[in-house]
């Protein structure tokens, strides 16, 4: 999926908060006039309480305008739940490249861990396993993926943008990109503490077992093993392959019976409005995917992703397109708002409060994904609207035309 990024043209703007605040003014987009207001409550756009005179770095303080001049609701110390791959050490071969997210950079997200990486047509990322199961998103491009169960069955498959993948913890697989331009993907794993640099590859176990066990192992000469590499490959350059026929004609034997594979571009939205669409891939629909739940996103400029929770488990999110901003409310008075990119992670604890609103003025596209079997959400809207009006009225003390207003149905991407 190619998708328009919104962040090139907003960082033309000059920096300087009050270059910034005037061209945020002119660019006119609901939600960007939105944020303005909600500091302007406060302070005024002219209180010299928002300068800045001092040090800064003017890029990434231009990205994140809901820290320095956070909505007047914000209050307390909520630890970051962002971070980003543009920070992340990158690991490049010819072939490809990987870099990661994980509780070591980023120490909110303990639950799941991220990859994104890119490979070249023909690129391989080396046959290995690891402890975490692997959920995946193609981003971009096409590969081709291999596994093999511990029934000896086979998995081999082509996979294009919006389609994912999942192995099962401890099961061996590969990627590989295709013509014309190989593939870029999301990999998540369900651990924050997983490190995609510390997994098992193949080639790295051949170089550290004695060339006469492995000898004796095949049923081979030591000789004809002599040409096994010394140390491993992880991501290295080869020949695009050829037909995914041929290749799963010679992997062979039986496939393994529930498909490592899902095509989520090919879903029917989960629930859809005028505002935006969401696609769901769980357990229930991709029966392969035991441990992660994720959610496509897609929110319409200046749109909302209700306000809602997740009682079930911590939910990871991958900013593809577009910019949002988001709040989390997180008890005791403690809510704080920070800013998203392309490329960026967020991290959202279990059952704490929150909204995704779409400040860019072209469409938002975003994963949620969970260590769960199946999704879950609680929409505040569909609480409200069953609970007795009465009882919520004696809360919130509004009125009860303004009660019967509220949406009764979960709507997940608000209609505009
Ligand atoms: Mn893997
Ligand atoms: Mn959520």
Redesign the pocket.
Known sequence: MKEDNGVSRRSLLKSGIAALATATAATGYAAGSAQAADRQTDRGSSDRSSSNPGPRNSALQEQNTDSFQPPSTDHGDTPAFKYSFSLSHNRTYKGGWARQVTVRDFPISKDLAGVNMRLTAGGIRELHWHVPAEWAYMIYGAARITAVDSQGRSFVQDVGAGDLWYFPSGVPHSIQGLSPDGAEFLLVFDDGAFSEFDTFQISDWMAHTPRSVLAKNFGVSEAALRPIPERELYIFQAPVPGALESDQRAAGREQVPTPYFFSLRAQEPARKTRSGEVRIADSKNFAASISVAAALVRVKPGGL?EL???PNAD?WQYYVSGQARMTVFAASGRARTMDFAPGDVGY?LRSTG?Y?ENTSDSDLVFI?TFKSPYYQ?ISLSQWIAHTPPELIAQHLHIDMQTLAAIPREKAVVVPL
């Open positions: 992703r809602h929770w997740h939910e959202v929150h995704i949620e959400d």
